[in-house]
């Protein structure tokens, strides 16, 4: 009986896998690409589809060169680049972008063995190197402008969280910044990188991916909540230099971060317990860094730091085992 | 608010056999009985080349307390003590080969007819020990030891397990709906046996019909409970954490926590054994899957030979695997050239779009398995462990806690074969601690 | 300027005392025979005895009286030296290489089920007592190829493992890793070696392998130096301390199952050495040197399987390899 299987049980399996997995995130993206398409035009699509070949282009030629199996089938570069996309300005020339993804890949997820041995988010990796090595070009946010009424000079602007650092810097009041709608950050009608701009898209995006269970609501709530407890107790001690919790919430790369760099599965802690505490570092620092760091923003730095924590998370946070003695 | 942590839900493909009336599968030409069918110390064959046997008839001799006798599933002719395939090893394993007379007439005496309940503890201990009875959820433990637990350990519970958790199974189900009596009365005889006045029946809630036959035949001290449906409820340690929220400790077995678990089938030969003095030869089976043209349950007796099975069943169809049991805990076969056992609960022929045959790729910390678990263990970890042969520092982690029951294997998205990277490890650490008693 | 003297002084005062104290407090403890056993090694840390340097080498040897002297550049004193430490027979001197014994691959000895499972010969073993139709031969999953620590061993297009003569240092840690015993560790000096370790009855072989051995005895029989045991029942095997190399076994075997590692140097008559005396004629097992009395014989390269008893034997020292 040569044409039978035979291996260890079990022997069936539910159906989700890797490619299913990152498909599922990629279109949870959507809508928040969508909304930065929308506000940035044309140069924000040249920056999702740069990147995003880009990444499964350096994974494949990077694989075939070390002799390994090509895996860009698992579309886990496609969501790497699209990811990266979403972190970068909508102006942001082609050749950065295709050096971030270069970066992200490599230096971000290969060198370290692949697919599920890197210990830090590849593309929040190479967006801190862009941001580093182009500072200006990296912070250089074009302002938002409906679809049809874009020219080919993008006029650019301060975000609200760059205006804010401003003000505390030169004024050392918040009340100083020129006031801003909340419905502006939260449908997306504001500067800021590409796909980050739109809260409402990213908290639906989130959400799908909480229904559809690919991660679940512990790591988002906590980053979210900590930062919302943190800033607003900030905030009512003293509303004049400190900026409304619903402001924080809203403004620069929290809901992308939160729901969808927070909870990447290999740099992130694997019980529940350990997500919780990631959540709650992430959300602790970001706020250190928004309100007394150089940086006007602080996510990205955040989940990095946290990634470099895990494997401490993840040892302090093992999971009760059935019939442990005491 | 579940009633154990972790567990699965894999669709239960019940509906193949579920509502099929138990059939008589007809008497062989040929018998083949393993003499290894139980968890325990072998047993020595006392029948040789020519010897003619009855039903029923003895045919070999335990070798120490933990250990049961095999019998002849008809009368006939032994046509010699060989080697067989032996569907739990796979390695060819001592076999006595019976050559059926067609006339199927019982050994003298049998079937006796006696009344149990005026019988003595130990004398149910003995018949239920001659009888050659195991348990039959399919890990066959020899039930005569599990019903004399040693001085110190106090009993104050039974459960009949009638969840029959594994996805595709219906035996227990069809037993208890077409012989609830004899699995009541068996339950009455394990209890007298332990000294208990109560006891629970367990089914899961996906067998209503069961759930409610067995309700209307079972008498007050017998509690008939229906449980949410999530594998593997029906893993004893799992069971009794669902109906009694104690936790076997680590290490333990279920008389550590004064509890005593019996398969449902198991409590059926119980009764036979000791009303009829009838050994254990034959049991129900489910026959399903969609790689086999006409799934059935079967009334088979121990012996017969796969490849009749599967024919009584309409032959193979796009079969891609054989196995012995269910989907998550079976074994699967590499011929059909092997003989039906005590523990056979199920025939399972799955074709390839019911099988996962793909490779496997790096682990990704998803943290599904942890989450699946059942043990509170981290599969993942396991897994890389296993991949490098480190089965010391897996050992520290739980590795021996694992009762191998699939849920991390079942959702793992990299298809990783965690079962059988622990499986790994758990043989190279029997092998290191061997060759140190050794030494 | 004195304060900062004083200062940075005291400083490094102050660290040599905590690093004192440390030493003494966290010292590990170690079996005082470790370091004697370790200036009994080379000391050249190459790790070609399969472990960490010749401080781990020592520590195994010392806590685990299971591991084998592996070091391939100790000699005699320092054996003798490390078993009086260690009160044990370390053995002999003997630089050893690994041996495959199988020559059953994908082609020769199919499988008889489809395996699916972890990519390791040991895990492979557990199914069923694994997916090879022989229940002897390489499983051809390459777990000796992965635990080599020198890249010595790589696995070939037919599923079988080969070794690299030059990398292989005789660790022996494929020999442990192969679940089927069938890696063995054979002299270095030693150049033949029986590819088959079955133990099934000749009438089955045809059906399990093309090549495995099929007990016919042939080898053992034409073996002029006795250097084959051919056991009832068992694959053949070859005494490498008898073996002189002729290489005769293997032209007889009706299988080929019997290897060879290198295609060993022929053996050349000098002319202006030779006497005639004919000693070579009669020492060598293939008949391939030839001549007349008084006058310089000749060796036929055609048989010549550069055994080198010819060359041992010839009083003037009238023949060398011919390494042309």
Known sequence: ????????????????????????????????????????????????????????????????????????????AALTGLLLAMNLPAGCPWWMVAIGSAVAIVFGKQVYGGLGSNPFNPALVARIFLLISFPVAMTTWPQPRPFFTQTADAVTGATPLGALKTAIFEHQTVTAAPPIDLMDPFLGNIGGSLGEISALALILGGLYLIIRRIITWHTPVAFLGTVAVFTGVLWKIDPNIYAAPAFHLVTGGLMLGAFFMATDYVTTPISTRGKV????????????????????????????????????????TQPKRFGAQA | MSAFKGGVHPPEEKALVRDKAIETFPLSPLYHVLVQQHLGAPARPIVKAG?????????????????????????????????????????????????????????????????????????????????????MGGATFPTHVKLSPPEGKSIDTLIINGVECEPYLSSDHRLMLEEPEKVIKGTKVAMRVLGLDRAVIAIEGNKPDAVRV????????????????????????????????????????????????????????????????????????????????????IRVRVGTVVRDVIEFCGGLEGAAKIIFGGPMMGIAQFTQEIPVMKGTSGILVLTEKDTNISDYSACISCGRCVEACPMGLIPSTLSKLGERGMWEEASKIGLMDCIECGCCTYVCPARRPIVHFIKHLKALSRAAASKKKGA | MLTATLVVGGIGAVCALILGISLVTFA????????????????ANCGACGFAGCAALAHELTVNPDTRMTCPAVNEKMLQAIGEILGRDMGGVSPVIAAVRCRGGRQEAPVRYEYVGPRDCRSAQLIAGGPKGCGYGCLGLGTCATVCPFDAMVMGEDGLPRVITDKCTGCGKCVDACPRDIIALVPKTGNYCVGCISQDAPKDMKKICSVGCIKCGICADVCPFEAIVSEKGKAARIDQDKCRKCGLCVGVCPVSVITSRTAPEKARIIPQKCKGCGICEQVCPVEAISGKAKEPYRVDPGKCMGCGLCIEKCPTEAIERDNT
């Open chain 2, 214 to 297: 067995m309700k209307e035949k079972a008498p007050r001290e017998i509690q008939v409970s229906s449980l949410a449906v999530k594998y593997p409820q029906g893993s004893e340690k799992q069971l009794i954490k669902a109906l009694t929220n104690r936790e076997v400790p680590s290490g333990g077995l279920p008389m550590d926590v004064g509890t005593v678990v019996q398969n449902a089938g198991t409590a059926a030969a119980i009764w036979d054994a000791c009303s009829s003095g009838i050994p254990l030869i034959e049991r129900i089976t489910s026959v399903t899957g969609r790689g086999v043209r006409d799934p059935k349950n």
């Open chain 2, 51 to 135: 010897d003619q046997v009855k039903k029923g008839q003895v045919l070999t001799e335990p070798m120490g307390f933990v250990s049961v006798p095999v019998h002849a599933p008809t009368s006939g002719r032994v046509r010699d003590v060989g080697k067989m395939v032996h569907p739990v090893t796979g390695l060819l394993s001592p076999c006595i080969v019976i050559e059926a007379d067609g006339n199927d007439e019982w050994a003298d005496g049998l079937p006796l007819e006696r009344d149990p309940f005026s019988m003595a503890k130990d004398e149910f201990l003995e018949a239920i020990r001659n009888a050659g009875i195991v348990g």
């Open chain 1, 1 to 76: 009986m040569k044409d039978v299987f035979v291996s260890s049980s079990p022997h069936i399996h539910s159906p989700e896998d890797i490619p299913w997995i990152m498909r599922q995130v990629v279109y949870a993206l959507i809508p928040g690409a969508l909304v930065g398409v929308y506000f940035f035009g044309l140069p924000a699509i040249k920056v999702i589809a740069v990147s995003m070949v880009s990444c499964v282009l350096v994974e494949a030629l990077w694989q075939k060169a070390m002799k390994t199996r090509i895996q860009v089938n698992d579309w886990s």
């Open chain 1, 277 to 316: 505490v990631f959540g709650i570092g992430c959300g602790l620092i970001t706020v250190i860094i928004r309100i007394w760091g150089g940086y006007p923003e602080g996510v990205a730095f955040s989940i990095l730091i946290m990634n470099a924590l895990v494997p401490l998370i993840n040892r302090a």
């Open chain 3, 28 to 43: 590990v403890k170690m079996d005082a025979r470790e370091k004697e056993v370790m200036d009994n090694l080379p000391g």
